[in-house]
């Protein structure tokens, strides 16, 4: 399904390619620059427009999924998504002000990630300190300590937003669509993948060796001490993997929301609790939606570009409705 949405994603647009002539300019571009360098104007739309915004809407999908799945089990709550302990918010805020101060698109991109690092700062403060008195008073103490997390999480947040709104108020008009549009989440422009695609493998490379820690977790506490399982090394982790995972989605392509919220549900409904099913499942079917959004966001009304995040939480509100109101008809 990724590879089909993939090169729907290469082909169609404002200009309609042939499925093979994308992929044969895609991997012309990639393999054989000299020769991509001489090539048609479909070809170069592929190679310097779709293909890097193809990739990074993958990777950045994916990297919010990962990250939703990972919060989702530390936090013990559905609800729980990859901008709820304010990675997002504060590389948003950063970015922002940069905008606002005219700088360079290299220095907005220095900002968002600045943002991120000092949002994963003080998270990372915040949970040495839950966790560790947590572990100090035993096994419920450690339980009780995530709540602490979440509720500082959403203070974080929302100091971002505070901040994000006074600066919104005080843009001039000629800024004001553009950080509108980043704020919302926009791929229009992305023309380096890399950096998202290394982010994800890394996540990944952390993530997945913890999957048979996390399906313990997620039985209990006393049930993971009892086999070994040191749960405050392994939270913290958590914590490092989904916010690096959701700095890096941010900084690539804005504030792209409910991706990480909606996914991991549907692959429980299909594939289980698991989290060695669960966990390259959401990056699949997360890069595999964001793509998905990206298209329709820039061919529906072309050549009027619509914002991504906007199209996903159109898809996502109705998904996430479906899927409380199927839980409780089953309950």
């Known amino acids: 399904m990724a590879i089909v949405v ?23 571009g990639l393999l054989h620059p000299v020769i991509a360098a001489n090539a048609d104007i479909g070809s170069e739309v592929v190679r310097t427009l779709r293909l ?24 013990r709550n559905p609800l729980a998504d990859p901008y709820v302990l304010g990675v997002s918010g504060g590389a948003a805020t950063f970015a922002l002000a940069a905008m606002l101060l005219m700088w360079p698109v290299w220095a907005v991109d220095a900002a968002s990630i600045s943002g991120a690092v000092v949002a994963v ?12 008195r947590g572990a100090a008073s035993g096994i419920a103490g450690a339980g009780a300590a995530t709540p602490n997390l979440l509720l500082a999480g959403v203070v974080l947040a929302s100091g971002w937003g505070a901040l994000i709104t006074v600066m919104l108020s005080l843009a001039p008009d000629n800024q004001l669509r553009g950080m509108v549009f980043w704020l919302t989440g926009d791929l229009n422009g992305v023309t380096q993948a890399a950096p998202a695609l290394i982010a994800l493998a890394v996540a990944l490379a952390v993530a997945m060796p913890m999957a048979p820690k996390l399906n313990v977790l997620l039985r209990g ?25 959701s700095a890096a989605a941010v900084t690539t392509a804005g504030t792209i929301g409910f991706v ?26 997360g890069g595999t939606l964001t793509m998905a959004a990206d298209l329709v966001a820039r061919s529906a009304l ?16 109705p998904l996430f409705i ?9 309950g």
């Open 260 to 285: 990480g919220l909606v996914v991991p549900h549907l692959i429980r409904l299909c594939f289980g609790n698991d989290q060695r099913m669960l966990l390259p499942a959401s990056v699949l079917a």
């Open 121 to 132: 700062s003080i998270i990372l403060l915040v949970a040495r300190r839950a966790f560790g």
């Open 52 to 75: 890097p915004r193809t990739i990074a809407g993958f990777a950045c999908g994916a990297l919010l999924s990962l990250a939703g799945a990972l919060l989702q089990i530390l936090l």
């Open 6 to 28: 993939g090169v729907a994603s290469l082909s169609m647009g404002s200009l309609t390619i042939s499925p093979l002539h994308a992929v044969s300019s895609a991997f012309s």
């Open 221 to 245: 506490e006393v049930l993971a001490h009892s086999l070994g399982v040191a749960t405050q090394p392994l939270r913290l982790r958590i914590i490092v993997v989904a916010s690096v995972a």
């Open 302 to 317: 072309a050549p009027i570009q619509l914002p991504v995040g906007a199209l996903t939480a159109l898809i996502g509100v």
């Open 322 to 330: 479906w899927i409380l109101l199927g839980r409780r008809h089953r």
